[in-house]
């Protein structure tokens, strides 16, 4: 792969998409509002997965509100057995 291109965030690529710079692969989420205007178009390609990997961080220093670890349960509920997580107190 040539990258030429590299922006400081998700709203300059979607931005030099539009101005027909190139192509990018984007998270669905992101592109919502451009798709329901019709300024850009999805390609489905047959047999690519992309998975990514999110944290759960919170400050440090400071206890939880009950509401936070009540949170922290669910998400330790929903774990996917093949998930590879780094493990920490709340």
Known sequence: MNVVMELGST???KSAVEAGVGITMLSPSSVQH???LGL???VDIRGLEFKR???AI???SSLLPLSAVAFL???RQQ???ES???TGKA
């Open 34 to 36: 451009e798709l329901a």
């Open 11 to 13: 709203g300059a690529v």
């Open 79 to 81: 774990e996917q057995p």
């Open 73 to 75: 349960n669910y998400l």
């Open 84 to 86: 590879v997580h780094k």
């Open 58 to 60: 919170h400050l440090k």
């Open 53 to 55: 990997q999110f944290y």
């Open 40 to 42: 850009v178009h999805i």
